[in-house]
């Protein structure tokens, strides 16, 4: 069975990445097909294995990549930062009136 | 009662604070009143700070007198005790009591719903001098004193000079303080508290929400549980002790189960978690129809809490609830915290066989209750 | 920002009608299959519950507030906490020798050439020398074997000269002798109780099952096995002996047995293992192993029995399913060394071979037993610590031990609880990084956290008898929920 996948709706690495998740039921083989599209060649491993629920299930599982991809993007950098926080002393976060003290108060906490 | 009036007073030219005595003393006068009752003999009462009496005294010339007090029956040796020029007496420690606290400022930065001591915008700064003087006079045997406010760090330096003092003069006396903990969010303010080093000091500090936007709606102060949760954290950094205090009312029940498994999950280290019935005096009456929910109808978020909160291996008491509205199995957690001098009970709870176990109401509280008081048989309780 | 921003985490697809989230902390949280499309879009609607919750639980934020970012990243930091008590177990073969013959151990040799098979007076000196190196505050020193018990002389130097060194330089220190507690003799026991030893031994089962398992001369290895537990506790005390059970082809069909037996033996926990792909083990897994996937099958009907028992007032913890909850529902970090990211081995752990060669982790003493070398990080006759603990050998199965970096692992919704285990994967496929869809490392770890979820979220009894397994007491907080 080959499902066709438009690149310009999910990247070439996404797809890719959503393929590998599939090697355990399936030998999955991409092929260039046109401009713009890609086939993967899925043969299952498990001959009683449905090539429906093995196409819906591939269908859904670029969807699920789509939104990691969408998840990583947004966060990428706080995700960096926190855990680059998590294991310095240091203060790497903006962490703003933190440091000032009680006396100063730049947030105006005593009132 | 505390002592509290205003009487006549010789010789008083500065606030005097004092230990009182009825037993003569021959030695430390300076730092004592000597109390005369009613119908005492005359008595020796050179080189004391001053002299308490009940009825007219003029056996001391020369040393600061107030007489004309109704009665020192409740006061003891070893109680402190301040006289203001006016003539206005009052009792600041008594040493048989186990609720003695010091009320540091009546200034607050939070505005709290359902406060029972409600601010004042006064500067009473000036007053730091007379709660070191009392730490100096307290018995160091006393087990426990509190510290209490408006809010006591507003006072920062003065503050930190208390705990100090305490530590100094009263390294056995657990030091338990009540802060909002918000000027906490400067860390150096944490490390300076640390650096004490107090060996028995406790903050409870209150947290009404698992949302930022809920806790400071009910401490009505924008950008507060940013600051008390960022103080919690630093106090754990400087290793200061805190209890985190949660008062139930028709505000912090909806997510209570959720801000329990918030506190497990962010402030592990919180040594004690105190869920707590509302108190009804103070703003409360003023705020009742936004705060108010009658207990009996809250146990089932009260149950998941307290279970999600002892699961997870943190120690939980529940305070201020009658026992006839707590859940059976909550009982284990409940605490008898009204203070003695507080607490009273109803015509409803005549015959209950739960009476010594629980901690009944504020004297202020008794108005509005649970609709389900009820007396509890021996077979129940 | 539009209304809200998104924290890190992950998601896996739990059941047909439900989501899982983690965040970077391990916190999770459950969505309905269509809320995460429209939290991820941001569509989620400001002060619903689910909002509040993702909220609540630091999968987004909603203002400039520093207090998310603060709280998450001191929870990031304590569960990786275990990386700062560098080389914390530190393991000692103290003879390759033993009188049992197990069919899944045959590292082991019945030999009475001490010279060849026991670990030198100079050899444990050094690996002393070595694990006192260790800048960890808590040291846990490990006696195995073989058997140890067959070279007393070795186990009475180690304590005696560990004991000394930690109460010199004041630092914690726990000794644990594993042993089958065949050989077992009353000095021995007054010496263990003399110096605070505990001891861990094996039982596979009831007796027909054990003996199977565990053959030797006399085919009394349970008899043995049972009579050291009972003398051990009236000398130890009963909490100062534990056991541990190695799953077996003849024991999948007993979980009910096995867990009875642990029962009747009066043991607060029982550590379901499977047979480990090392040593001898792997050339006869054909014939006396078994798939993950029948192992999964007695696993759970072994945790059946177990809650089951729990439930009635018997405290009885799964050891796997306590570690593993720890992680799941606690903001504390664990000190297992097999599932760790970055790995355990080296940084966690060291062992220290009869010959005085140092491993990583005892599986890849096993593989070295079996002609591979390639995990041996150094000799203490030979290497400095700083070639043993600094060395390629650990800085590569480090590397390649961060689960973060292993596709697959990347985008699972439970790598926070997770971790990697180089040299297991070394051992099974020949590379130390998994191919995770056909792991059997994943396959066992993606089953239980999915189980242990479902039995959690299903039954708040249940929920009870867990956080009693987290908290290691049997104290039931029943009453109050």
Redesign the interface.
Known sequence: MTITVDLSIYSLDLVL?TC??????CFVTPRTVANGRIGVEFVARDEKDSLRDLAGAFSNALL??H??A??AT??HT??E???A???CEADL????D?ESDEHADPRGIAG | MRLHEVVAVNGVDRQLIGRVTRTPLSSGRSDAFLLIDDGAPAADAAGYLGVLAVGDFSGAPGSPVAHGLRHLDYLDDGDVVVVDPTGFVRALYRRASQHNFILATEQCNSLCLMCSQPPKTIDDSHRLAEHLRLIDLIDPATAELGITGGEPTLLRDGFLQLIARCRERLPHTALHVLTNGRLFFYRSFAEKLGAIAHPDLVLGIPLYS???SHHDHIVQAP?A??ET??GL?HLDRYEVRVEIRVVLHALSIP?LP?LA??I???F?FAWQIALMGLEMTGLVHRNLRALWIDPADYQKEL?EA??IL????MHVSIYNHQLCVLDR??W??ARKSISDWKNVYLPECNGCDALEQCGGFFQSGTRIRSARIHPLSSSAA | MSGY???????T?FDDARTIVVN?AG?HHFLANDD??RF??HELPAGGDTF??L???HFLFD?G???P?????????SK?AFLGGFTSLHIFVISLRCEHSCHYCQVSRVSADRERYDMSEETARRALDLAFRSPAPRLKIELQGGEPLLHFERVRQIVEEAQRRAADEGREIEVVVTSNLAMLDDDMLVFFHDHGVFLSTSVDGPEALHNANRPRPGNDSYARAVDGIRRARAVLGHDRVAALMTTTRASLQSPEAIVSEYLRLGFSSIFLRPLSPYGFALRSIRTTGYSMREFLDFYVRALDCILDANAKGRYLAETYAQLLLTRML???ATGYVDLQSPAGAGIGAAVYNYDGDVYASDESRMLAEMGDTRFRLGNVHRDSYDAIFGGEALRRIVAASVAESI??CA?CAFLPWCGSDPVHHYATTGDVVP?V??SDFHEKNFFIFKHLLSLYERDPAI??IF?SW??NEAVP?Q???
């Not at chain 1, 976060?93 to 703003?96: A, H, K, S, T, V």
Request: net charge positive; glycine share 4%.
């Open positions: 990445r590998h998740v599939f090697t355990s039921r699920d990549s939104l990691r969408v998840i947004e966060t706080i995700r930062l926190l855990v926080q998590a294991f976060l903006d962490r703003g933190i | 698992d949302i930022d950008g549980f940013e949760v960022i954290h997510r959720q498994t918030f497990a999950r962010n592990p149950r307290a279970a002892v699961d997870a291996g199995r909550l284990s957690l | 921003g998104l924290l890190p985490f992950r998601f697809r970077e916190e995460l499309q991820v879009m509040l919750d909220k609540a639980k203002s507030s520093i207090a970012f603060e709280l998450l990243a001191t929870k990031i930091r990786k606690t903001p504390f596709p697959g985008d191919h869809p056909t929920r009870r956080w987290i908290r907080s009453e109050v929920a």
